[in-house]
């Protein structure tokens, strides 16, 4: 089983940045497409964005210009920079494996006005 465990989430005001990170426990990783996704308390999880293996991203239109995913495969890390956060970005991520259908247990972004 593949384990995938988010750090650098944390409390920030709004207008400024955060990078989170998602580690993968197996070099699967270098293979497989991978995701970001959000969930705010009291709505569903939302796809923020994806990324292939070989690094090709898509996004979500709320996010469009001010987040950017990115991928280290020696690492087996995937990356999502977050800039110019606003209050309604506040919400649990979580990085997702979807050949496997993997999650990771997720980690609170806080964005105070």
């Known amino acids: 089983q593949v384990q995938l465990v988010e750090s650098g989430g944390g409390l920030v005001q709004a207008g400024g940045s955060l990078r989170l990170s998602c580690a993968a426990s197996?070099?699967?990783?270098?293979?497989?497409?991978m995701a970001w996704y959000r969930q705010a308390p009291g709505k569903q999880r939302e796809l923020v964005g994806t990324?292939?293996?070989?690094?090709?991203?898509n996004y979500a239109d709320f996010v469009k210009g001010r987040f950017t995913i990115s991928r280290d495969n020696a690492k087996n890390t995937m990356f999502l920079q977050m800039n110019s956060l606003k209050p309604e970005d506040t919400a649990v991520y979580f990085c997702?494996?979807?050949?496997?259908?993997?999650w990771g247990q997720g980690i609170q972004v806080t964005v105070s006005s």
């Open positions: 197996d070099s699967i990783f270098r293979f497989s497409a």
């Open positions: 997702y494996m979807p050949s496997l259908n993997y």
């Open positions: 990324i292939t293996s070989s690094g090709y991203t």
